[in-house]
């Protein structure tokens, strides 16, 4: 199982920008498909992004659309999710999420198709 960390959570005012990164070791993530999640308090964990293994395809839940954008390096083993104009309610711990797969191309929301977590980084935005 490839282990993954998040970084780059902190506190931002609305509007503003954070820039979260996710570090792979154990494995490659060039054979993941890879995503983000979010979980707010009292909330269930919900998609935010999803990245192909390829980076060729992308795919972000409606909320954030425009704003948030998933990035991939697979020689440097990491993930990334910009964040930009950001709002209260995308205050949450943010989690990075791998899925082994075969396919270039297949991309998911779907959280029980992502078998290895990272702790969370918390995103703290005010008004």
């Known amino acids: 199982q490839v282990q993954l960390v998040e970084s780059g959570g902190g506190l931002v005012q609305a509007g503003g920008s954070l820039r979260l990164s996710c570090a792979a070791s154990?494995?490659?993530?060039?054979?993941?498909?890879m995503g983000w999640f979010r979980q707010a308090p009292g909330k269930e964990r919900e998609f935010v992004a999803a990245?192909?293994?390829?980076?060729?395809?992308?795919k972000y839940t409606d909320s954030v659309k425009g704003r948030f954008t998933i990035s991939r390096d697979n020689a440097k083993n990491t993930v990334s999710l910009q964040m930009n104009n950001l709002k209260p309610e995308d205050t949450a711990v943010y989690y990075c999420?791998?899925?082994?797969?075969?396919?270039?191309?297949?991309?998911?929301?779907?959280?029980?198709?992502?078998?290895?977590w990272g702790p969370g980084t918390q995103v703290t935005v005010s008004s």
């Open positions: 990245i192909s293994r390829n980076g060729g395809y992308t």
């Open positions: 154990g494995r490659t993530v060039s054979n993941y498909r």
């Open positions: 999420a791998a899925g082994q797969t075969s396919s270039d191309t297949y991309v998911t929301a779907a959280r029980n198709e992502y078998r290895s």
